[in-house]
């Protein structure tokens, strides 16, 4: 890898890790205010992976939860950095874009992925989890694309 690429791929992770970081505290927050502890809450990630019996595997499986959850956010990053190499209007802006990516992430995750997935409940839009959930994506998309436009500077 050359040197322009081992910076890129570290700004690339620092906005991922941000961005993840945001989501999962959100997440964190809102189960457990739900009754949900974060055992549970990441073993629901893992389930994406591994169906139901993913809530069997106690904390090893949360971790996996955990790493998915970060790898996840880190392709996301990965991606707008790239498509913002391209496009201007991505570091130019990245208070809009940033927003605008997480709608389209929380969109894309919940329409997308999740059916696609072994995630084994139907994905339901209650309002206060959506609303709560699309403003928690938004701060992960603001933070990739404010990262993104520092990297680019």
């Known amino acids: 890898m050359s040197a322009g690429g081992a910076r890129a791929a570290r ?4 906005g991922g890790a941000v961005g993840a970081t945001c989501d999962i505290v959100y997440a964190i927050l809102y189960s457990s205010w739900r ?33 998915l959850h970060y790898a996840i956010v880190i392709v996301a990053a990965a991606l707008f950095f790239a498509v913002a190499r391209r496009w201007a209007w991505l ?4 208070i809009t874009a940033g927003l605008a990516y ?3 992430i929380y969109a894309f995750m919940n329409f997308v992925v999740l059916p696609l997935s072994a995630f084994p409940y139907p994905v339901r839009f209650p309002l206060l989890a959506t609303a709560t959930g699309l403003l928690a994506h938004m701060a992960v998309g603001l933070s990739i694309a404010l990262i993104t436009r520092r990297a680019h500077a």
């Open 35 to 67: 009754g949900m502890p974060p055992e549970r809450l990441l073993q629901t990630v893992a389930t994406g992976l591994l169906g139901k019996s993913a809530y069997d595997g106690g904390w090893p499986v949360a971790a996996l939860g955990l790493g």
């Open 91 to 94: 570091r130019e802006e990245p």
């Open 11 to 14: 700004w690339v992770v620092l």
């Open 102 to 104: 997480g709608v389209a």
